[in-house]
Structures are given as structure tokens and as C-alpha cells.
């Protein structure tokens, strides 16, 4: 029985699929399986998955999106740890053995994560450690309140205990772009710590079109994650009152700037039904009624909330 178990959901990614599955299969560290799961691929992924023959266990679903192509991989897994990538990224050669021997070395993480290397389409590098230049803050350690407020993990630069999966629960299948985010929260929310490496494990596709270059997309699932914590995670009696409030205070944050893109990418009707409603949850919060009466303004001269992320 293999340790780790690497699962990849892809659809219609014939382009990128072949590099990204033979990224897995380099790795110097070589106890592991790799299970493609095609969420109703139409293009070449098929057959190039035919070419790699018994070292890669494929299976095909009709279209149901990223979480239950995730779930599907999991649930077909057997290793006692989890590897994700995605069918568009790359990972180095040495990736899962720095991983596997730092989650040996560290029982209380639940899962560990790297720095990213970024690239477009074409190969061209964006970033070489893009978290470092970004000067973006990774979470490690016990981080529940910084991951809160900070989706700074990137999946394919993971590794996650098969028993921290099983405790935090499958990936949700009401969020199609943010899921993973939701995962993490959940893994912390069980107790585990987050380890990370600094150097760039991974190589992250940076395409336009994707899911994740949507901003109004990922907002809106920022937003579902911030309703689904405060309703079925009963933060203040587990936590205590300050993290309640922390995702109260996300909530509203991540839902006014959702507004606003709706005002500057759909219609101001669009923004004023989402208005009404944060009007009627924070009735106090007076810059909700300028934000409204702004959404009557052309979508070209509408200005971005003091406030926004």
C-alpha cells in the first residue's frame, strides 16, 4: 500500500495534462500512486491518460466540478498521505520527499504547504517564489485566526494527512472555485497545525479564463465560506467570541466588495439586491447607503469601498 496518494481532477486540460502527470511521476521519492480523476473532459485526455498505462489509475465522471472530481480521487485513494495537484501545474522532483519527511517529523500537522513558482501559459515565469515577492504572509504553525483572514495556500504545493481529511471532512461541493480554502479553515478548525517550506515546491499556471482569475467568482465563494463557518461551526462556543466576530467582520468585508464588482461588472440592480441585504444585517454600517446610492452611477465612474481587500 502506497504512503501517499497523488490526485489530480482535470478537465479538458489535454494541453498541460502529459507534463503535469509526468511531474508526479519523477519524484525522487517513490512511494506513491497517482489517480487522475477527468471531471467530463471532451478533448485528448483519454487517450493521453491511455499512454501512461498501469502507473496511473484513471477514472472518468460526467461533469460535477473540482470538489467531487477531489472527493471521488480521495475516496479511491489508499495512502496514508494526500497530495494534490492540479492538471495545468507542476511540482519538482524532490517535492514529496521534503514534504513526507517534515509531516514525519511533525505529528501535530495536519498538513504542510510550500512557497510557488508562477507561470503563464506559455512558460513565461511571473513570479520565482511568489509568496516571497508578493510579500504575501503564509500560514504555519497553529494559524486559525491568520487563515481567517488569509487564503494564502496553494493546493498544488500540498500534502495532508489521509486522518486530518477525514476529520475535517470532503471538499464542499457548494463552492466551485474556493473549496480548498474551506478545507484548510476546517483542518485548523480540528485542531492540527499548518507546516510550510520556503522554497518554491510547485509551479502554479497562472491562465486566463480560469476559474481562480475571477474575482467576482472567488468572492462570492470567500462569501459562502464566511456564511458556512458562521452557521454550522458555532465559532464562539468552540472559540470564543473574537473569532465570531473575526468572520462576522470577513463576511461583511468580503460581501461589500463583492458588491462593488457586481456594480462594475453586471448592473447596479445586481449590486442593490446584494445591498439590501447588508443593509438589513448592519443596519449601523452608514457607508452600505452611500455604497447604494452609488449604485445608481455608471459602472465606468463607480469608485472601489475604502475598505475593500
Known sequence: MPRVSVVIPTFNCDRFIRRTVDSA???????????????????????????????????FQSNQGASAARNRAIESASGEFIAYLDADDL???????????????HPACGLIHSEVAVVDEQDAVLHRKFNQETQRAVPQGACLRQLLQQSHIQTLTVVERRSAFERAGKFDLRLPVA????????VVL??????????PLGLYRWRAGSLMSSERRLLGDFVRIYQILLAEHALERNFGCEIGQLVEAQLY??????????????????????????????????????DFAKSYVSRGTASLPLNAA
Do not use: N
Open 190 to 199: 480540528k485542531g492540527y497545525e499548518i507546516g510550510y517550506l520556503p522554497e
Open 25 to 59: 511521476l519523477a519524484q525522487t521519492y517513490r512511494d506513491f500512486e497517482v489517480i487522475v480523476v477527468d471531471d467530463g473532459s471532451t478533448d485528448g485526455t483519454r487517450s493521453i491518460m491511455a499512454e501512461f498505462g498501469p502507473a496511473v489509475r484513471y477514472l
Open 179 to 186: 473549496q480548498d480554502y474551506l478545507h484548510w479553515i476546517q
Open 91 to 105: 511540482w519538482s522532483p524532490d517535492k514529496l520527499a521534503r514534504q513526507v519527511e517534515y509531516l514525519d517529523a
Open 253 to 290: 468585508q468580503q460581501e461589500r466588495q463583492l458588491a462593488y464588482l457586481e456594480r462594475r461588472e453586471c448592473s447596479g440592480a445586481v449590486a442593490r439586491h446584494r445591498l439590501r441585504k447588508l443593509i438589513k444585517r448592519w443596519p449601523l454600517r452608514f457607508e452600505l447607503y452611500a
